[in-house]
């Protein structure tokens, strides 16, 4: 399932606020690569001790493995692998996201069920028969795609035993892939069913207009082209010439970095009369036959190097990660928590009343009328795999009991006060107690207006303060808004003015 992990970083205000995300180990950059980076440094170790310990003894092997590393150091860097994996990463992402937004969910079509075919008895019928072929279709392709939930239905009898298919409908799909000798997939037939499930209700009476009929229509088929394009993701993939040059060129580097990230000692020598003679490493003037930096230090541990293995390898990483995000990855999307929501949501979503009539010209339901487990069915093998649900950011968050006030006074920074007031601030006031448009207000008489009635802004003031300003009363037990008229006066001069422009008019 995806790691969630948002909620341990509510606020950007804290310093190092992604530091606490390092120790998260599930999903983690550490938990991804390390084995990769055992190796590797494991590796890097058994050549640097060879070198030093082991080709000592022949001057010559000495010196030829020198050149080769001075050869990889100078020309490893030639490999464009920034350039490259970065792009493949880049389509990888964008991949893994549409895949997300394909999956089908059968919401829409369960409240346009609720809405058009109201009523007990048969149209409740045919509500839940409905939405129950849409999760069958939806989850029909997610075997195709996902490995949890074939390994929780590997076969259709699975299916019936979870009430999300029939004996009759068993039948039938039989049928159709002895019909197609099972070369395609057939999660395009449950929804089928419910075309002809609502064309039956139309004619029936059980909806009321075409307009209608086609909305419901159109439902059905927005979840098929969803299943159709999710299953376009499994059939066509990033061309495998991709993959294969990312994966080679980020191998490839790494090798030829443990023979160019090497410290090196070479011989040192001193050229005499066209000759050159063996001296001693601190010899002045001296030099070494392979080309080597001298000024390189020497350390044990190739810091940098490391570095650069944990950026590259964890960017590989999230690549092999997401381009199939139907497997069993930590950030691998939890289908099983879907196909769950999805079922008995959409039941709620389309459920009437309990009281409802059956009628015998459909089948029974298969939960009896009755809301659906909180989850399908499981296997032994599936339930070994199965996740708890998704967290959410505000999952462990605690609102203290804090006082709103301090010595009397309205503490300032308590934001959600109840029975706020709210000023307004408007050319047309209901209480001059007639109507004053902008037309009658006058551009003169709207300035003085707004010099001499200044209303208050300000969000400290609670209901019941004496105040001779018009305000908006908010209280948390009532959601409608009320207008309350204070004691407000205007100043004769002003309503003289106000109402010589009126006569005027």
């Not at 300035?447 to 209303?455: D, I, P, T």
């Given at each position: 399932m995806t790691v969630t992990y948002i909620q341990h970083v509510p606020t950007a205000g804290k310093v190092g606020s992604f530091f606490r995300l390092l120790i998260i180990w599930k999903g983690g950059v550490v938990k991804g690569i390390w084995r990769d980076l055992c190796i590797y440094s494991i590796l890097y170790a058994a050549v640097s001790v060879g070198y030093r310990y082991g080709l000592s003894e022949d001057e010559i092997l000495k010196l030829n493995f020198e050149r080769m590393c001075v050869y990889c150091g100078k020309n490893g860097d030639y490999i464009p692998l920034s350039f490259i994996l970065g792009f493949y990463v880049t389509q990888v992402v964008t991949r893994w996201w549409g895949q997300f937004t394909t999956l089908a969910w059968p919401d829409s079509l369960a409240m346009n069920l609720l809405s058009y075919i109201p009523g007990k008895g048969k149209p409740k019928k045919i509500r839940r028969?409905?939405?129950?072929?849409?999760?069958?279709?939806?989850i029909l392709t997610l075997r195709l795609m996902s490995t949890e939930i074939t390994r929780r239905f590997p076969t259709y009898d699975h299916l019936v035993e979870a009430g999300l298919l029939t004996e009759k409908e068993l039948e039938k799909l039989d049928k159709i892939i002895k019909t197609t000798d099972a070369l395609y997939p057939i999660h395009w037939v449950p929804l089928q069913w419910g075309q002809i499930e609502l064309r039956k209700a139309k004619e029936e009476g059980h909806i009321s207009s075409d307009l209608v009929f086609t909305k419901l229509q159109e439902s059905l088929q927005d979840l098929e082209m969803k299943n159709k394009s999710l299953l376009g993701y499994g059939w066509m993939?990033?061309?495998l010439v991709y993959t294969q040059l990312v994966t080679i060129a980020v191998h490839v580097y790494f090798l030829v970095s443990l023979l160019g990230r090497q410290y090196l000692t070479p011989t040192r020598y001193i050229g005499a009369n066209g000759d050159?003679?063996?001296?001693p490493p601190d010899t002045p003037e001296s030099v070494n036959l392979v080309g080597h930096d001298d000024s390189v230090l020497d350390f044990y541990i190739p810091f940098f190097t490391i570095m650069q293995f944990i950026f590259y390898f964890g960017w590989l990483k999230v690549a092999e990660i997401l381009i199939n995000p139907?497997?069993?990855d930590d950030d691998d999307f939890d289908v099983n928590y879907i196909i769950d929501r999805n079922f008995q949501t959409s039941y709620l979503m389309v459920d009437g009343d309990d009281?409802?009539?059956t009628d015998n010209d459909l089948e029974d339901d298969t939960y009896g009328n009755k809301i659906p487990p909180t989850t399908l069915p499981h296997t032994v093998e599936s339930f070994k795999f199965k996740e708890p649900p998704p967290a959410m950011p505000t999952d462990n968050f605690v609102v203290p009991e804090d006082n709103p006030t301090h010595e009397g006074k309205v503490d300032p920074s308590f934001l959600?006060?109840?029975d706020r007031k709210l000023s307004i601030k408007s050319c047309s006031l209901p209480w001059y107690n007639r109507r004053a448009s902008l037309r009658s207000c006058g551009r003169r008489g709207l300035q003085r207006r707004k010099q001499n009635l200044h209303f208050q802004r300000s969000i400290s003031g609670v209901a019941g303060e004496e105040s001779t300003s018009p305000m908006i009363v908010i209280h948390d037990s009532n959601p409608n808004i009320e207008m309350k008229q204070k004691n407000f006066t205007l100043?004769?001069?002003?309503?003289?003015?106000y109402t010589s422009k009126e006569e005027e008019e």
């Amino acid at each position: 399932m995806t790691v969630t992990y948002i909620q341990h970083v509510p606020t950007a205000g804290k310093v190092g606020s992604f530091f606490r995300l390092l120790i998260i180990w599930k999903g983690g950059v550490v938990k991804g690569i390390w084995r990769d980076l055992c190796i590797y440094s494991i590796l890097y170790a058994a050549v640097s001790v060879g070198y030093r310990y082991g080709l000592s003894e022949d001057e010559i092997l000495k010196l030829n493995f020198e050149r080769m590393c001075v050869y990889c150091g100078k020309n490893g860097d030639y490999i464009p692998l920034s350039f490259i994996l970065g792009f493949y990463v880049t389509q990888v992402v964008t991949r893994w996201w549409g895949q997300f937004t394909t999956l089908a969910w059968p919401d829409s079509l369960a409240m346009n069920l609720l809405s058009y075919i109201p009523g007990k008895g048969k149209p409740k019928k045919i509500r839940r028969l409905v939405i129950r072929w849409a999760n069958l279709a939806n989850i029909l392709t997610l075997r195709l795609m996902s490995t949890e939930i074939t390994r929780r239905f590997p076969t259709y009898d699975h299916l019936v035993e979870a009430g999300l298919l029939t004996e009759k409908e068993l039948e039938k799909l039989d049928k159709i892939i002895k019909t197609t000798d099972a070369l395609y997939p057939i999660h395009w037939v449950p929804l089928q069913w419910g075309q002809i499930e609502l064309r039956k209700a139309k004619e029936e009476g059980h909806i009321s207009s075409d307009l209608v009929f086609t909305k419901l229509q159109e439902s059905l088929q927005d979840l098929e082209m969803k299943n159709k394009s999710l299953l376009g993701y499994g059939w066509m993939n990033i061309p495998l010439v991709y993959t294969q040059l990312v994966t080679i060129a980020v191998h490839v580097y790494f090798l030829v970095s443990l023979l160019g990230r090497q410290y090196l000692t070479p011989t040192r020598y001193i050229g005499a009369n066209g000759d050159f003679i063996k001296v001693p490493p601190d010899t002045p003037e001296s030099v070494n036959l392979v080309g080597h930096d001298d000024s390189v230090l020497d350390f044990y541990i190739p810091f940098f190097t490391i570095m650069q293995f944990i950026f590259y390898f964890g960017w590989l990483k999230v690549a092999e990660i997401l381009i199939n995000p139907f497997g069993d990855d930590d950030d691998d999307f939890d289908v099983n928590y879907i196909i769950d929501r999805n079922f008995q949501t959409s039941y709620l979503m389309v459920d009437g009343d309990d009281s409802a009539d059956t009628d015998n010209d459909l089948e029974d339901d298969t939960y009896g009328n009755k809301i659906p487990p909180t989850t399908l069915p499981h296997t032994v093998e599936s339930f070994k795999f199965k996740e708890p649900p998704p967290a959410m950011p505000t999952d462990n968050f605690v609102v203290p009991e804090d006082n709103p006030t301090h010595e009397g006074k309205v503490d300032p920074s308590f934001l959600f006060l109840p029975d706020r007031k709210l000023s307004i601030k408007s050319c047309s006031l209901p209480w001059y107690n007639r109507r004053a448009s902008l037309r009658s207000c006058g551009r003169r008489g709207l300035q003085r207006r707004k010099q001499n009635l200044h209303f208050q802004r300000s969000i400290s003031g609670v209901a019941g303060e004496e105040s001779t300003s018009p305000m908006i009363v908010i209280h948390d037990s009532n959601p409608n808004i009320e207008m309350k008229q204070k004691n407000f006066t205007l100043p004769s001069s002003e309503m003289e003015t106000y109402t010589s422009k009126e006569e005027e008019e």
